[in-house]
């Protein structure tokens, strides 16, 4: 795990801990629209490939990678973001989230604050 200490703006870094609230809130969609997009390429993209592959062995291959891709939640892909983690457990600790949208104790205990 890697801790996130400093965000790049246009205007230069901002230690995390000094963004504002707006600031954070932004950041957190952004990361959450970033990644909902990513999911959706990688689904359009192997559907697109799944025109172009020959025989039946590559066929079954690409028809189970289209499954894992549409069984796959992006809103739980962003989880694994270290970069999410960080910026979500600050947020709940202003207040800004929900709690239920974060286990604090758990944040703690693995280094994200």
Request: hydrophobic share 45%.
């Amino acid at each position: 795990m890697a801790r996130l200490n400093t965000w790049r703006t246009a205007g230069g870094e901002v230690r995390v801990r000094d963004l504002g609230d707006r600031h954070l809130l932004n950041i957190l969609a952004m990361i959450e629209r970033r990644t909902r997009e990513a999911h959706e390429d990688a689904l359009s993209s192997a559907v697109t490939a799944s025109c172009m592959v020959f025989g039946e062995a590559a066929s079954d291959m690409m028809d189970r990678d289209i499954e894992a891709l549409e069984a796959t939640d992006p809103d739980l892909a962003v989880m694994r973001d270290d970069r999410y983690w960080t910026l979500l457990c600050l947020a709940a600790k202003r207040g800004l989230v929900e709690s239920g949208r974060v286990d604090l104790g758990r944040a703690v205990r693995d280094g994200y604050l």
